[in-house]
């Protein structure tokens, strides 16, 4: 397995994968303007999932992670999420925060896993269906 940084020719299968996951996916036009802060998992030239990343001065954010669902329990996410926290040591980043949904309990594993930790709610944050975001933190 090979993690890069995305590049266009990716787009279209970061925006499906999007669709397939998430209840408000990214549309491509943004996919576009974020290139340069995602990160692609491949193997043998197939597409395996992506991490999405942010920073703003000396703080990170992991704003989305998705694996295609045939390529799921395969240490996919952990290869990404590893890539994720070399990505913000990088930069010189203090910490990575993301959020998640309260409901979703393997997503809470993984990233706890990873050393993620929870330091926050936000009340209603996500929409179809309605449910809190659990935040939580990596310090680097």
């Known amino acids: 397995m090979t993690i890069r940084d995305a590049d266009r020719q990716d787009v279209a299968a970061i925006a499906m994968l999007e669709s397939a996951c998430f209840s408000d996916p990214w549309p491509e036009d943004f996919i576009v303007r974020r290139l340069g802060r995602i990160l692609v998992a491949e193997q043998e030239g197939f597409f395996l999932g992506y991490a999405a990343l942010d920073a703003v001065l000396d703080e990170g954010s992991l704003d989305s992670i998705a ?23 990088a930069r010189k980043l203090r910490f990575i ?7 979703n309990g393997p997503a809470i594993a993984l990233y706890e896993k990873h050393g993620f930790a929870p330091v926050g709610r936000r009340p209603h944050y996500y929409e179809k269906p309605r449910e809190d975001a659990i935040l939580m933190t990596l310090v680097l």
């Not at 694996?67 to 040591?89: F, I, K, M, N, S």
């Not at 925060?97 to 409901?103: C, K, Q, S």
């Open 67 to 89: 694996v295609t669902p045939e390529h799921r329990r395969q240490g996919v996410a952990d290869a990404l999420l590893t890539a994720a926290a070399d990505w913000g040591r």
């Open 97 to 103: 925060t993301l959020e998640v949904r309260a409901g």
